[in-house]
């Protein structure tokens, strides 16, 4: 939770970090992109480490990196320090996120393995929909330094239940002997490199730039031999053999398309009302902390649901789809006069389907998997979903880009064909008068500035609600995989007595 909160939260409250940090917008995108790709190389490397150090001396490592690096950020404004201690805060998120799927497959037993996984759904479906209500406590009513300092006690905690709970192993130092320095450094270069690219390829005008081009031939070259390093290593980092279980495929890939279509609950949303309705964060949170609350109580139930013999979990994480796809359907409606009420019965469909996917993906996908696999499953499924974080950066980027663009410049273009009656001259007929006078002069003090803004929210409608539409392709692409690509199976507690 502690990490997951610093990533989403520190996010969404970047205007108030920059200015209290004294950072400029450039400085400021390369403070969040660090997170990401630092995250990546951590979850990477974090299930191969937690066997070598034994789970439970890694994971005390992990919470105390994460305290050290958020207490020190908001006492710095040297931006060098920063980008470092922004650099391991990404590193302990990464190593944070593994620990706990590695955790539930192995000291779990089957009959009561559902519900460990619904504790790590939390970190897919809960806290991302419960930044927003932090971001708007800490920047709004009290300071943003507790944007980090909000993790201390939290890791705190962690500590201690790490400290009693943990079973004590001897450490397997002989894995260094055989440890997969190529693949690291592959992974090190080519993730890091694709992230970057994914998250800086719209400010720096992508291929456009020399940077990009360098970033786009390291993931390019990297990422294949990568796969072809780990497909023959002894004891590599992933074990991509694993993808070739129809099951463990399906939940590996539907997880980070997953993580994509979740943007649909949270940051489209709150872009809406903070850019269109004109919303900060702490009025915004009500609709997100709705879904967050439902997965109390969605996850429980759908671990009780699945834990049915005849229950097939194919058929509920096509209905989680179907209540997805519908809440996309409804938002596409979106115009300027929406406000959070509006959303309130799309995020109910939104909070419903979240949970119906994503526990079901997790048992069929752990189903497939003997305990001994779990640390090479951890990596296989975690990795992609850090990089998914930034493919849906680039994925509202790219709308932005394209269909912004295309919105404005049509505005625009009507604009001036019928600028007499729109923007210059008298038309009673009209609710909002033309900003200009006949004679070319400001009808008012503002007037200009106030027309241009109104441009500016009715191109993020339309821009906002071309991203829906595109979100509602994606979950038709999963209702699709989930129908051809996952076989039937039943719940833990008779898969392996069964075996």
């Known amino acids: 939770m502690a990490t997951e909160l610093n990533d989403q939260v520190s996010e969404q409250s970047m205007p108030d ?80 996120v593994p620990l706990l799927m590695t955790t539930a497959l192995r000291v779990l037993p089957p009959p009561i393995r559902l519900y460990g996984l619904a504790a790590y759904a939390l970190t897919a479906t809960f806290f991302p929909n419960l930044s927003t209500s932090f971001a708007g406590l800490w920047t709004d009513l009290l300071d943003w330094r507790f944007v980090f300092w909000q993790s201390i006690p939290l890791c705190t905690l962690a500590l201690l239940l790490l400290w009693y709970g943990m079973p004590r192993e001897a450490p397997k130092y002989e894995r260094f002997r055989l440890f997969d320095w190529r693949g690291f450094f592959l992974v090190l270069f080519g993730m890091g490199a694709l992230s970057t690219m994914l998250q800086q390829g719209d400010r720096f005008d992508w291929f456009n730039s020399p940077a990009i081009c360098v970033m786009g031939l390291i993931s390019l070259a990297c990422l294949p031999l990568f796969v072809l390093n780990e497909w023959f290593h002894p004891l590599p980092l992933f074990r991509f053999q694993l993808l070739g279980r129809r099951n463990f495929a399906y939940g590996a890939t539907t997880l980070l398309v997953f993580i994509i279509v979740s943007l649909s609950s949270s940051s489209i949303p709150a872009e809406f009302l903070q850019v269109v309705a004109g919303y900060r964060p702490e009025q915004v949170y009500l609709i997100t902390l709705q879904v967050a609350c439902m997965q109390l109580v969605m996850l429980p139930l759908m671990a009780v649901l699945l834990n049915k013999e005849w229950v097939d979990s194919r058929i ?42 994503v526990m079901p993906l997790l048992m069929m996908s752990t189903n497939a998997l003997i305990p001994a696999e779990g640390p090479f499953a951890s990596a296989l499924v975690n990795t992609p979903r850090a990089v998914a974080e930034a493919v849906g950066i680039w994925l509202l980027q790219l709308m932005h880009r394209w269909r912004g663009s295309l919105h404005s410049d049509r505005i625009t273009d009507q604009i001036g064909r019928d600028r007499y009656r729109i923007f210059q001259g008298e038309n009673p007929a009209f609710q909002h008068q033309a900003p200009l006078l006949p004679n070319g002069m400001p009808r008012a003090p503002g007037s200009l500035e106030a027309f241009r803004a109104q441009v500016v929210k009715q191109t993020a409608v339309l821009t906002i609600s071309d991203t829906f539409f595109v979100i509602c392709g994606i979950v038709v692409f999963l209702m699709v995989l989930v129908l051809t690509l996952p076989q039937r199976t039943y719940p833990p507690r008779i898969v392996f007595v069964k075996k």
């Open 316 to 357: 509920v994480s096509l209905l989680g789809m179907a209540f997805i796809l519908t809440a996309c359907i409804g938002n596409t409606f979106v115009t300027s006069v929406w406000n959070r009420n509006e959303f309130y019965l799309w995020q109910t469909f939104q909070g419903l389907g979240e949970a119906m996917i």
């Open 17 to 96: 970090i920059s200015g209290g940090l004294g950072m400029s917008h450039d400085p400021g995108t390369w403070f969040s992109s660090l997170y990401v790709s630092a995250e990546v190389v951590g979850m990477s490397l974090s299930p191969w480490l937690a066997v070598t150090f034994t789970l439970r001396r890694f994971s005390l490592v992990v919470p105390v990196l994460a305290m050290i690096a958020s207490s020190l950020i908001p006492l710095t404004d040297n931006l060098t320090l920063l980008y470092g201690l922004r650099l391991f805060q990404g590193l302990s998120g990464g190593f944070a």
